[in-house]
Nanobody, 117 residues
Framework: VQLVESGGGLVQPGGSLRLSCAAS????????MGWVRQTPEKGFEWVSD????????YYLNSVEGRFTITRDNAKNFLYLQMDNLKPEDTALYYC???????????WGQGTQVTVSS
């Protein structure tokens, strides 16, 4: 399993970023996928999940309405569109392959998102 994130960076409050995750080494279309973020203060924090077909999505309350998770099963890509970013969204964002039962099975290397003026 290989998960490679991209798209992080420095953005001002209120700005937008789109994270991408290229997946390989497994049958992508068969698995729930998600995003988890990490900060020194909070540790790991689940952000969002999407089911295998892409029809069901789930969000952390604080990002609901601002973040959108999608996937392209033809290209084996997972995305996280982040709008109206806030300083508290600053974190290292990981793409994760979910296991049956909901645990995070495989992780990418992470992409840093910094929201600051």
């Amino acid at each position: 399993v290989q998960l490679v994130e991209s798209g992080g960076g420095l953005v001002q409050p209120g700005g937008s970023l789109r994270l991408s995750c290229a997946a390989s080494g497994f049958t992508f279309v068969n698995w729930y996928m998600g995003w988890v973020r990490q900060t020194p203060e909070k540790g790991f924090e689940w952000v969002s999940d999407i089911n295998s077909a892409g029809h069901k999505t789930y969000y952390l309350n604080s990002v609901e309405g601002r973040f959108t998770i999608t996937r392209d099963n033809a290209k084996n890509f997972l995305y996280l569109q982040m709008d109206n970013l806030k300083p508290e969204d600053t974190a290292l964002y990981y793409c994760v392959k979910k296991q049956a039962g909901g645990a995070c099975g495989s992780w990418g290397q992470g992409t840093q998102v910094t929201v600051s003026s």
